[in-house]
C-alpha cells in the first residue's frame, strides 16, 4: 500500500518542499469533487474508513445539503509514490465552486502550484469551471485533467478528453480517467499529482511570508485561519502580523490539517496549515492578506491582496419587529466567519427597522439569508436584490446608491451601473434562445467558440442588474438546465436608468422601488400595481396604487373601500367568542406595516417581494 | 357551592334555552336539536324531563344570586313554540316563586310563525309571555329554501295578527339578508313586507355562514354563492332607509324599534347588565365572570338531577377583559360612547373614521362616538383599529 502511517510520514515544519505538492481540484458542482476528496482521505489513510462520512470536508449542513462547498479547507495527505517510491506530502486545498466566490478561489489557487481539473465524463465542463481552469492558467498553475464518473453508463470520456485536451492544450489521452465512487484511477491521480506538479519553491531563511487563504470563525477557537508558507517559517507563540491590517498576534497554536486539526511545531516553506491567534473577528484575519513574523517582517507582500467588495445588496427585516436586535447580533456573528458579508441599518418606512446587507452575488445572499433563518431561528422578509450605481448629478456632484428608494429624483446626468462579463456554456442547440434572453437583457455579444462539435461557449457583456434578476432561472428553464454561467465583474458602464416607485395612496413604499432600464419601466410597474391589487386588503377608504417615475404616473390600479366588516349578531353567547377573537386580532395586528394611511400585512410584502407572476417582466429574489 | 347573599338585590334578566326544533335549518349552528337527533318522534316525551330540569337550574340559579329582581325574561331556542304553554306556564312560575319580576318585565318568546294559534297564545299571555318574536326570515320563498325554512310567507302575516289579537302588542320579526340567490329586488319585497306588519320592532341580520352547518358545505361545494359583500353592504342601507321611513329607529346595528320598542333582554346583553342563561350551553354572566352550561341536553339533565351545576367552563374577565368588551358592545348602540371614556391613544387612532364619515360628526361634537349608517357595516374594523 502507498499509504504511509501518520507518525511515520514526514513531520509538519520538517518536510523539505521537495517532497510537499500543493494542489487543488477544480470542479463544478455534481462534478463530484467531494466524493473524489473523500476518496482520497480514505486512500491515503487519513481517515479510517469506519470514521467515513459523506462530503468529509464540507463542514457546514448547508454546504452539505446543497452538495456546494462554500469553504476551502486544506488537508495534509502522506503518499508515497508508486513511481519513485519515496515518501510525499500531499496538500489538498478544497476550493468554493461557486461564482460568487471567484476571489476566494483566486487565493487557493495562488497558494498551490497545480490543479486537478476534474469534469463529469457524463455531462462535460461547465462554465464556472472554464472560468476557474483559464484563473488556474493565468496564476501558472500546472493542471492535470481528470474525467471522473467513469462508472457511470453515460459517460462519454473520449468525447470530453477530446474536449479537455483542447482547453488545457494536452493530448486527449493524457487526461487521466478516474471514478471517486469506486476508487478506480485515484491511486494512479495521486502518483500523477507527485510527478507532474511542481515542489513549492521559497528561502526557508527568509522573513516569513504566509498567504491566507482561508479564515473560519469557530465557536470553540475563535477565527481558524489558513495559510501556505511561502518564505521562512511560522512557529508556536511567535508573535505574527497581518500586513494589509497592520494587527499584531501572538500564535496560540498553529498546526496541520488531517483531516482534523493537528498541532505541529510549526509550519515552513511550501507548507499548508492552520493558525490559531485568539481573534474573533475574521476581518482581522482576511483572505489574500499575508501573514508575516512581527520581529522579522518580511519587506513585501505577497501580491494579489483585494478588498472583498460587495456586488449585490438586499434589505433583510425581520418580520417580528422585535427580533431586530436578534438579526443585529446575528449578522455580527456571521459576520465574524465571512469578511465579505456587508451590512448597516437602515430603516424602511413599509418594513421597520432593518439592514441593507451587500453580498458577493446571488448565491452568497441566499446562503446568508438561510444561514440567518436557521441559526438563528429567525423569519426575514428581503427586498428585490439590487446592484450598486454611481449616478453623478448635473450639478456635478457624485452619488452611490446601493438602496434603490436613495435614487435621486430629477436632475441626473448619468448613471453609470455594473458590468459583467458572462460566459455561457450550452449544448449548441440552444443558442438561439441564450442569444435571444441575453439581447432582451441588453447584453452584448462578445465572441462564440465551440468546445466541441455540439458544445458552445458563448461571451457576453451584460448589465450585472440583469443577471440580478431571474436571469439564472430563466437560461435554465430555456435550455432544460444544461447551459451554465460563470460571470465576472469588468466595471461600469452608463444605463439608461430610471427608478419606478410604488405609491400607495400617494405615498411611495420605499421597499418596492426598483432601478430597471427606461424600456422596462412600465412592465414593471403594471406587474407590481396589478400585484398589489391583490395582495393588500381592502381599507375604510379607496386607495389608488400607482407606479411612478419621478412625478409621473406610468400604470394605476385601485382598492375600492371596504364597505361590511361587522358581524350582524352579537348576543349573549357570542360575546365570549367575540372577545376573544378581538385579542387574535391583536396579534394579528403586530405583523400589520402601516403606509400612510394604509394598513398592509406583512404576508402582502413578503407574497409581492418574492413571488413572480411574469418571468419576463418580474424580479424575483433568485 | 353557595354563594353570600348580597343584600341589595341583583338585576337579573334571564334566557331560557328550548334547544329543540322540528327541524334542523341549513345556515344555523345554534345549539338545538330534533327529535330524530335524540332519537324520539315525540317531543312532549322529551321535553317534560328537560323543563323539570330548567325548574332545577332556576332554583340554582335564585340560590346563587339571593334571587335578583329580574327584568326581562327571553325564551330562545331552538325553537320554544314547540313548547306546550302549560311548560312555559310552568317555568314562569317557578320564575316567579324563586326571583320577583319588576313590575314592567318584558318577557319574550321567539316562534316560528307556523306554529301559533289563537289557542296557544291565549294560553301564553295567561302564561305571562308579553312579547313575541317571530321569524320571518324573508318574505321571498327562493330565499327562504336557500335557508332551509319552510313556512309559506303567508304565514307570518296570519301569525302577527293572531299575536295582536291575542292581545300582545310586543311584537318583532327577524330577518336576514345577504343569502345566497337573493337580489336586490327580492330583499326590497321582504323588507317591504315586514314593514306592513302590525310590528313594533324588527332584526336585521346579514346572514353568518358558521362553519360546520349544511349551508357552510353547500358553499363550499359551490352549491350556493354567496351574495358580494358590497351587495350586502347596499342592502343594509337600503333597509335602513326604508325603516327609518317607516319610523323604526336603529338602536343596535342589526336593531331597529318604534319608539319605546326596543328589546330591553337583548340591550342588557350589551350594556353589561347581569343575564343568566338557563339551559344547554347558555352562557350567564354575573359579576365579571362568564360561564357557560354543558351543550347536550342529556349532559344537562343529567348534571341536574344529580345536584350537580351544569355549568362547563367560565371564565373571570380581567380589567382590560371587560374594556374590550365595554368598547366591542357599547359601539353597537345608538347611544354610542362617550368620548371621554376613550384614551388619547384610542381617540388618536379613531379619528380618521370621523375624517372619513364613518361616525357621526354632530355627536362626536357633542361628545360621543356613535356610528354613522356606513361605520355601522365596519363595526367591527374600528373597533380593531380603536383597540389595537
Same mark, same amino acid.
Given at each position: 500500500?502507498?499509504?504511509?502511517?501518520?507518525?511515520?510520514?514526514?513531520?509538519?515544519?520538517?518536510?523539505?518542499?521537495?517532497?510537499?505538492?500543493?494542489?487543488?481540484?477544480?470542479?463544478?458542482?455534481?462534478?463530484?469533487?467531494?466524493?473524489?476528496?473523500?476518496?482520497?482521505?480514505?486512500?491515503?489513510?487519513?481517515?479510517?474508513?469506519?470514521?467515513?462520512?459523506?462530503?468529509?470536508?464540507?463542514?457546514?449542513?448547508?454546504?452539505?445539503?446543497?452538495?456546494?462547498?462554500?469553504?476551502?479547507?486544506?488537508?495534509?495527505?502522506?503518499?508515497?509514490?508508486?513511481?519513485?517510491?519515496?515518501?510525499?506530502?500531499?496538500?489538498?486545498?478544497?476550493?468554493?465552486?461557486?461564482?460568487?466566490?471567484?476571489?476566494?478561489?483566486?487565493?487557493?489557487?495562488?497558494?498551490?502550484?497545480?490543479?486537478?481539473?476534474?469534469?463529469?465524463?457524463?455531462?462535460?465542463?461547465?462554465?464556472?469551471?472554464?472560468?476557474?481552469?483559464?484563473?488556474?492558467?493565468?496564476?501558472?498553475?500546472?493542471?492535470?485533467?481528470?474525467?471522473?464518473?467513469?462508472?457511470?453508463?453515460?459517460?462519454?470520456?473520449?468525447?470530453?478528453?477530446?474536449?479537455?485536451?483542447?482547453?488545457?492544450?494536452?493530448?486527449?489521452?493524457?487526461?487521466?480517467?478516474?471514478?471517486?465512487?469506486?476508487?478506480?484511477?485515484?491511486?494512479?491521480?495521486?502518483?500523477?499529482?507527485?510527478?507532474?506538479?511542481?515542489?513549492?519553491?521559497?528561502?526557508?531563511?527568509?522573513?516569513?511570508?504566509?498567504?491566507?487563504?482561508?479564515?473560519?470563525?469557530?465557536?470553540?477557537?475563535?477565527?481558524?485561519?489558513?495559510?501556505?508558507?511561502?518564505?521562512?517559517?511560522?512557529?508556536?507563540?511567535?508573535?505574527?502580523?497581518?500586513?494589509?491590517?497592520?494587527?499584531?498576534?501572538?500564535?496560540?497554536?498553529?498546526?496541520?490539517?488531517?483531516?482534523?486539526?493537528?498541532?505541529?511545531?510549526?509550519?515552513?516553506?511550501?507548507?499548508?496549515?492552520?493558525?490559531?491567534?485568539?481573534?474573533?473577528?475574521?476581518?482581522?484575519?482576511?483572505?489574500?492578506?499575508?501573514?508575516?513574523?512581527?520581529?522579522?517582517?518580511?519587506?513585501?507582500?505577497?501580491?494579489?491582496?483585494?478588498?472583498?467588495?460587495?456586488?449585490?445588496?438586499?434589505?433583510?427585516?425581520?418580520?417580528?419587529?422585535?427580533?431586530?436586535?436578534?438579526?443585529?447580533?446575528?449578522?455580527?456573528?456571521?459576520?465574524?466567519?465571512?469578511?465579505?458579508?456587508?451590512?448597516?441599518?437602515?430603516?424602511?418606512?413599509?418594513?421597520?427597522?432593518?439592514?441593507?446587507?451587500?453580498?458577493?452575488?446571488?448565491?452568497?445572499?441566499?446562503?446568508?439569508?438561510?444561514?440567518?433563518?436557521?441559526?438563528?431561528?429567525?423569519?426575514?422578509?428581503?427586498?428585490?436584490?439590487?446592484?450598486?450605481?454611481?449616478?453623478?448629478?448635473?450639478?456635478?456632484?457624485?452619488?452611490?446608491?446601493?438602496?434603490?428608494?436613495?435614487?435621486?429624483?430629477?436632475?441626473?446626468?448619468?448613471?453609470?451601473?455594473?458590468?459583467?462579463?458572462?460566459?455561457?456554456?450550452?449544448?449548441?442547440?440552444?443558442?438561439?434562445?441564450?442569444?435571444?434572453?441575453?439581447?432582451?437583457?441588453?447584453?452584448?455579444?462578445?465572441?462564440?467558440?465551440?468546445?466541441?462539435?455540439?458544445?458552445?461557449?458563448?461571451?457576453?457583456?451584460?448589465?450585472?442588474?440583469?443577471?440580478?434578476?431571474?436571469?439564472?432561472?430563466?437560461?435554465?428553464?430555456?435550455?432544460?438546465?444544461?447551459?451554465?454561467?460563470?460571470?465576472?465583474?469588468?466595471?461600469?458602464?452608463?444605463?439608461?436608468?430610471?427608478?419606478?416607485?410604488?405609491?400607495?395612496?400617494?405615498?411611495?413604499?420605499?421597499?418596492?422601488?426598483?432601478?430597471?432600464?427606461?424600456?422596462?419601466?412600465?412592465?414593471?410597474?403594471?406587474?407590481?400595481?396589478?400585484?398589489?391589487?391583490?395582495?393588500?386588503?381592502?381599507?375604510?377608504?379607496?386607495?389608488?396604487?400607482?407606479?411612478?417615475?419621478?412625478?409621473?404616473?406610468?400604470?394605476?390600479?385601485?382598492?375600492?373601500?371596504?364597505?361590511?366588516?361587522?358581524?350582524?349578531?352579537?348576543?349573549?353567547?357570542?360575546?365570549?367568542?367575540?372577545?376573544?377573537?378581538?385579542?387574535?386580532?391583536?396579534?394579528?395586528?403586530?405583523?400589520?406595516?402601516?403606509?400612510?394611511?394604509?394598513?398592509?400585512?406583512?404576508?402582502?410584502?413578503?407574497?409581492?417581494?418574492?413571488?413572480?407572476?411574469?418571468?419576463?417582466?418580474?424580479?424575483?429574489?433568485? | 357551592?353557595?354563594?353570600?347573599?348580597?343584600?341589595?338585590?341583583?338585576?337579573?334578566?334571564?334566557?331560557?334555552?328550548?334547544?329543540?326544533?322540528?327541524?334542523?335549518?341549513?345556515?344555523?349552528?345554534?345549539?338545538?336539536?330534533?327529535?330524530?337527533?335524540?332519537?324520539?318522534?315525540?317531543?312532549?316525551?322529551?321535553?317534560?324531563?328537560?323543563?323539570?330540569?330548567?325548574?332545577?337550574?332556576?332554583?340554582?340559579?335564585?340560590?346563587?344570586?339571593?334571587?335578583?329582581?329580574?327584568?326581562?325574561?327571553?325564551?330562545?331556542?331552538?325553537?320554544?313554540?314547540?313548547?306546550?304553554?302549560?311548560?312555559?306556564?310552568?317555568?314562569?312560575?317557578?320564575?316567579?316563586?324563586?326571583?320577583?319580576?319588576?313590575?314592567?318585565?318584558?318577557?319574550?318568546?321567539?316562534?316560528?310563525?307556523?306554529?301559533?294559534?289563537?289557542?296557544?297564545?291565549?294560553?301564553?299571555?295567561?302564561?305571562?309571555?308579553?312579547?313575541?318574536?317571530?321569524?320571518?326570515?324573508?318574505?321571498?320563498?327562493?330565499?327562504?329554501?336557500?335557508?332551509?325554512?319552510?313556512?309559506?310567507?303567508?304565514?307570518?302575516?296570519?301569525?302577527?295578527?293572531?299575536?295582536?289579537?291575542?292581545?300582545?302588542?310586543?311584537?318583532?320579526?327577524?330577518?336576514?339578508?345577504?343569502?345566497?340567490?337573493?337580489?336586490?329586488?327580492?330583499?326590497?319585497?321582504?323588507?317591504?313586507?315586514?314593514?306592513?306588519?302590525?310590528?313594533?320592532?324588527?332584526?336585521?341580520?346579514?346572514?353568518?355562514?358558521?362553519?360546520?352547518?349544511?349551508?357552510?358545505?353547500?358553499?363550499?361545494?359551490?352549491?350556493?354563492?354567496?351574495?358580494?359583500?358590497?351587495?350586502?353592504?347596499?342592502?343594509?342601507?337600503?333597509?335602513?332607509?326604508?325603516?327609518?321611513?317607516?319610523?323604526?329607529?336603529?338602536?343596535?346595528?342589526?336593531?331597529?324599534?318604534?319608539?319605546?320598542?326596543?328589546?330591553?333582554?337583548?340591550?342588557?346583553?350589551?350594556?353589561?347588565?347581569?343575564?343568566?342563561?338557563?339551559?344547554?350551553?347558555?352562557?350567564?354572566?354575573?359579576?365579571?365572570?362568564?360561564?357557560?352550561?354543558? +351543550?347536550?341536553?342529556?349532559?344537562?339533565? @343529567?348534571?341536574?338531577?344529580? =345536584? !350537580? #351545576?351544569? &355549568? $362547563?367552563?367560565?371564565?373571570? *374577565?380581567?380589567?382590560?377583559?371587560?374594556?374590550?368588551?365595554?368598547?366591542?358592545?357599547?359601539?353597537?348602540?345608538?347611544?354610542?360612547?362617550?368620548?371621554?371614556?376613550?384614551?388619547?391613544?384610542?381617540?388618536? +387612532?379613531?379619528?380618521?373614521?370621523?375624517? @372619513?364619515?364613518?361616525?357621526? =360628526? !354632530? #355627536?362626536? &361634537? $357633542?361628545?360621543?362616538?356613535? *356610528?354613522?349608517?356606513?361605520?355601522?357595516?365596519?363595526?367591527?374594523?374600528?373597533?380593531?383599529?380603536?383597540?389595537?
Amino acid at each position: 500500500m502507498p499509504a504511509i502511517s501518520l507518525n511515520k510520514a514526514p513531520q509538519p515544519s520538517k518536510t523539505d518542499p521537495a517532497q510537499i505538492r500543493n494542489f487543488c481540484i477544480i470542479a463544478h458542482i455534481d462534478h463530484g469533487k467531494s466524493t473524489l476528496a473523500d476518496r482520497m482521505l480514505g486512500i491515503t489513510g487519513v481517515v479510517e474508513a469506519r470514521n467515513m462520512r459523506e462530503q468529509y470536508l464540507d463542514r457546514m449542513d448547508i454546504e452539505r445539503e446543497r452538495g456546494i462547498t462554500i469553504k476551502s479547507q486544506a488537508v495534509r495527505l502522506p503518499w508515497r509514490s508508486g513511481i519513485d517510491g519515496k515518501e510525499y506530502i500531499l496538500n489538498m486545498i478544497d476550493t468554493p465552486g461557486h461564482v460568487d466566490f471567484t476571489y476566494e478561489v483566486s487565493r487557493s489557487l495562488a497558494a498551490c502550484e497545480g490543479a486537478i481539473l476534474l469534469v463529469d465524463c457524463a455531462q462535460g465542463i461547465e462554465a464556472q469551471t472554464l472560468a476557474n481552469l483559464y484563473l488556474a492558467m493565468e496564476n501558472d498553475l500546472t493542471i492535470i485533467p481528470v474525467l471522473n464518473k467513469i462508472d457511470l453508463p453515460a459517460a462519454q470520456p473520449d468525447k470530453f478528453a477530446e474536449e479537455l485536451s483542447k482547453l488545457v492544450g494536452c493530448k486527449p489521452e493524457d487526461c487521466l480517467r478516474v471514478s471517486g465512487k469506486t476508487g478506480a484511477g485515484v491511486e494512479e491521480l495521486l502518483d500523477q499529482i507527485v510527478a507532474q506538479i511542481p515542489a513549492p519553491k521559497g528561502s526557508a531563511d527568509a522573513p516569513a511570508r504566509a498567504l491566507i487563504f482561508d479564515s473560519v470563525y469557530d465557536t470553540y477557537r475563535g477565527v481558524v485561519t489558513y495559510v501556505r508558507v511561502f518564505d521562512g517559517k511560522l512557529s508556536p507563540r511567535e508573535q505574527i502580523q497581518m500586513v494589509s491590517t497592520g494587527v499584531r498576534h501572538e500564535l496560540l497554536d498553529i498546526g496541520v490539517i488531517s483531516p482534523e486539526p493537528v498541532s505541529s511545531a510549526g509550519i515552513g516553506v511550501g507548507e499548508v496549515g492552520y493558525l490559531i491567534t485568539g481573534v474573533k473577528d475574521v476581518r482581522l484575519s482576511r483572505v489574500g492578506d499575508t501573514v508575516t513574523s512581527y520581529h522579522n517582517p518580511a519587506k513585501e507582500a505577497l501580491s494579489g491582496y483585494k478588498d472583498p467588495k460587495p456586488m449585490v445588496f438586499s434589505g433583510l427585516y425581520p418580520i417580528d419587529g422585535d427580533d431586530y436586535p436578534i438579526l443585529r447580533d446575528a449578522l455580527d456573528k456571521l459576520q465574524l466567519n465571512d469578511a465579505a458579508l456587508a451590512y448597516e441599518p437602515e430603516t424602511s418606512v413599509a418594513l421597520g427597522f432593518g439592514f441593507r446587507c451587500g453580498f458577493l452575488g446571488l448565491l452568497h445572499m441566499e446562503i446568508v439569508r438561510e444561514r440567518l433563518e436557521r441559526e438563528f431561528n429567525l423569519s426575514l422578509i428581503s427586498t428585490a436584490p439590487n446592484v450598486v450605481y454611481r449616478v453623478f448629478l448635473e450639478d456635478g456632484s457624485e452619488k452611490i446608491v446601493t438602496n434603490p428608494s436613495e435614487y435621486p429624483n430629477g436632475k441626473v446626468a448619468k448613471v453609470l451601473e455594473p458590468i459583467v462579463k458572462a460566459t455561457i456554456l450550452s449544448p449548441s442547440d440552444y443558442i438561439g434562445t441564450i442569444m435571444e434572453l441575453c439581447q432582451s437583457r441588453r447584453g452584448t455579444l462578445g465572441g462564440m467558440d465551440y468546445l466541441s462539435e455540439d458544445r458552445v461557449e458563448i461571451r457576453y457583456t451584460l448589465p450585472l442588474a440583469e443577471i440580478v434578476f431571474d436571469f439564472f432561472d430563466q437560461l435554465k428553464s430555456r435550455t432544460k438546465g444544461y447551459a451554465s454561467l460563470d460571470y465576472e465583474p469588468i466595471g461600469e458602464a452608463e444605463g439608461d436608468l430610471v427608478k419606478v416607485d410604488i405609491l400607495l395612496q400617494g405615498d411611495t413604499v420605499d421597499a418596492f422601488s426598483s432601478i430597471v432600464h427606461r424600456e422596462k419601466a412600465y412592465p414593471y410597474g403594471v406587474m407590481m400595481t396589478t400585484k398589489l391589487r391583490e395582495l393588500i386588503p381592502r381599507q375604510q377608504f379607496e386607495v389608488p396604487i400607482q407606479a411612478a417615475i419621478g412625478a409621473k404616473i406610468i400604470a394605476r390600479e385601485n382598492i375600492r373601500a371596504i364597505r361590511k366588516d361587522v358581524l350582524a349578531k352579537c348576543y349573549g353567547g357570542d360575546i365570549t367568542r367575540k372577545r376573544k377573537l378581538l385579542e387574535k386580532q391583536k396579534e394579528g395586528k403586530k405583523r400589520m406595516k402601516m403606509v400612510g394611511r394604509v394598513e398592509v400585512p406583512q404576508e402582502a410584502f413578503i407574497a409581492a417581494l418574492s413571488t413572480n407572476t411574469d418571468g419576463e417582466s418580474g424580479k424575483t429574489k433568485k | 357551592m353557595e354563594r353570600p347573599r348580597s343584600s341589595a338585590r341583583t338585576a337579573l334578566s334571564l334566557y331560557i334555552h328550548i334547544p329543540y326544533c322540528s327541524k334542523r335549518c341549513g345556515y344555523c349552528d345554534f345549539n338545538t336539536y330534533t327529535p330524530q337527533e335524540l332519537n324520539s318522534h315525540n317531543l312532549a316525551l322529551i321535553t317534560t324531563p328537560y323543563i323539570d330540569s330548567v325548574l332545577k337550574e332556576l332554583e340554582l340559579a335564585a340560590e346563587r344570586t339571593g334571587g335578583g329582581i329580574v327584568p326581562t325574561i327571553f325564551f330562545g331556542g331552538g325553537t320554544p313554540s314547540l313548547m306546550p304553554a302549560a311548560e312555559i306556564g310552568r317555568i314562569m312560575k317557578k320564575i316567579t316563586e324563586v326571583f320577583e319580576l319588576e313590575k314592567d318585565v318584558e318577557v319574550t318568546l321567539e316562534a316560528n310563525p307556523d306554529t301559533l294559534s289563537r289557542a296557544y297564545l291565549d294560553q301564553l299571555v295567561v302564561a305571562g309571555i308579553n312579547r313575541i318574536s317571530i321569524g320571518m326570515q324573508s318574505a321571498v320563498p327562493h330565499v327562504l329554501s336557500a335557508l332551509d325554512r319552510t313556512h309559506d310567507p303567508d304565514n307570518v302575516i296570519k301569525a302577527c295578527e293572531l299575536v295582536r289579537a291575542a292581545g300582545i302588542n310586543r311584537l318583532s320579526v327577524d330577518l336576514i339578508y345577504g343569502v345566497p340567490g337573493e337580489s336586490i329586488s327580492d330583499w326590497q319585497k321582504t323588507y317591504q313586507a315586514a314593514l306592513e306588519l302590525p310590528i313594533e320592532h324588527v332584526s336585521a341580520y346579514a346572514l353568518i355562514v358558521e362553519t360546520g352547518t349544511k349551508l357552510a358545505a353547500r358553499i363550499k361545494r359551490g352549491e350556493l354563492v354567496m351574495p358580494p359583500d358590497d351587495e350586502t353592504a347596499e342592502k343594509y342601507l337600503l333597509f335602513d332607509d326604508a325603516a327609518e321611513e317607516r319610523g323604526f329607529n336603529w338602536y343596535e346595528l342589526s336593531n331597529w324599534s318604534k319608539e319605546g320598542g326596543a328589546c330591553r333582554h337583548n340591550i342588557s346583553y350589551w350594556n353589561g347588565s347581569y343575564w343568566w342563561g338557563i339551559g344547554p350551553g347558555a352562557h350567564s354572566y354575573l359579576n365579571g365572570k362568564r360561564w357557560w352550561n354543558v +351543550k347536550h341536553p342529556n349532559t344537562y339533565q @343529567s348534571a341536574l338531577q344529580n =345536584g !350537580d #351545576s351544569p &355549568e $362547563a367552563s367560565s371564565e373571570q *374577565l380581567t380589567e382590560s377583559n371587560l374594556r374590550d368588551e365595554f368598547v366591542m358592545l357599547q359601539i353597537r348602540m345608538r347611544e354610542g360612547i362617550p368620548l371621554n371614556r376613550l384614551s388619547k391613544e384610542e381617540l388618536n +387612532k379613531v379619528e380618521k373614521f370621523r375624517e @372619513s364619515g364613518h361616525l357621526e =360628526g !354632530d #355627536s362626536w &361634537e $357633542a361628545g360621543n362616538l356613535i *356610528l354613522s349608517r356606513t361605520g355601522r357595516l365596519i363595526a367591527d374594523r374600528i373597533v380593531r383599529e380603536m383597540l389595537m
